[in-house]
């Protein structure tokens, strides 16, 4: 996962930035973008779905959204090349298959939270704090 | 493949990985590939796949990139200190829950 350097950022790029959010995010979005465009049509259409399946249950950072995409273009770039078909990629169920991949990227998932806030309130009620 | 096996491979999945790498460095598609022989025909790519980049996350493996012929370089994943340790807790695992469900088959619980 390419993480931009710690460069000292200009003062116009940071007022810039305070509008538009962090740019090497946007590139980084747009870099997933262009390897997805360079799959076999129905291995894009393919990771279109999953990626519109991960953007509504997956983590709220940019961060790590881009991470988890980045993985993702991983796996189709390799089964492209591999000649591993969709079905054999994605298995029988693919919402399963998306869950799982999902687990990998915690951070900012808002079911996450809730997932907590379940796991504290019903340790509030039983002292097993543990 | 019966639902059955299905669920509980999904259990072991993990253990079955770190052994298999435990053999030898190994990266995604051989080790699906290798599960497929050995007739677990119904896991799917993407499964392990995504429990590679979990047990690279929790650092139980080492990765390396590694060019290839066809396609983008691959990620060659061995298992470290911290994944053996892991490994051998697993068949302690394992031992136990086979040795159980022996009993129950034979009666004697």
């Not at chain 1, 710690?6 to 747009?30: F, I, W």
């Amino acid at each position: 996962m390419a993480t931009e350097s710690n460069e000292q950022k200009s003062r116009y790029r940071q007022y810039l930035e305070m509008v538009t959010g962090p740019l090497e995010d946007k590139r980084r979005y747009r870099q997933y973008k262009a390897r997805t465009e360079q799959l076999p049509a129905s291995y894009h259409t393919a990771i279109d779905a999953l990626q519109r399946y991960m953007m509504f249950f997956g983590p709220g950072k940019a961060d790590s959204l881009l991470a988890m995409l980045e993985d993702l273009a991983d796996l189709f770039e390799q089964s492209a090349a591999n000649g591993t078909p969709i079905r054999a990629v994605v298995g029988e169920d693919p919402v399963e298959f998306a869950e799982a991949f999902l687990r990998n990227y915690p951070e900012g998932q808002w079911i996450s939270r809730e997932r907590e806030r379940l796991a504290n309130a019903i340790d509030r009620v039983t002292d097993d704090k543990s | 493949m019966g639902k059955q096996v299905t669920e509980m491979l999904k259990g072991t999945l993990e253990g079955i990985v770190l052994a298999i790498l435990s053999g030898r460095p190994a990266y995604g598609y051989e080790i699906t590939a290798w599960l497929r022989d050995q007739g677990f025909s119904d896991i799917a790519e993407g499964t392990v796949y995504a429990l590679l980049v979990r047990i690279e996350q929790r650092g139980l493996v080492d990765v390396e990139k590694v060019p290839s012929e066809k396609g983008p370089p691959r990620k060659v994943y061995s298992l470290n200190a911290q994944g053996r340790e892991h490994l051998e807790e697993f068949w302690r695992t394992w031992s136990f829950l086979t040795e159980r469900l022996e009993q129950l088959r034979e009666g004697g619980n």
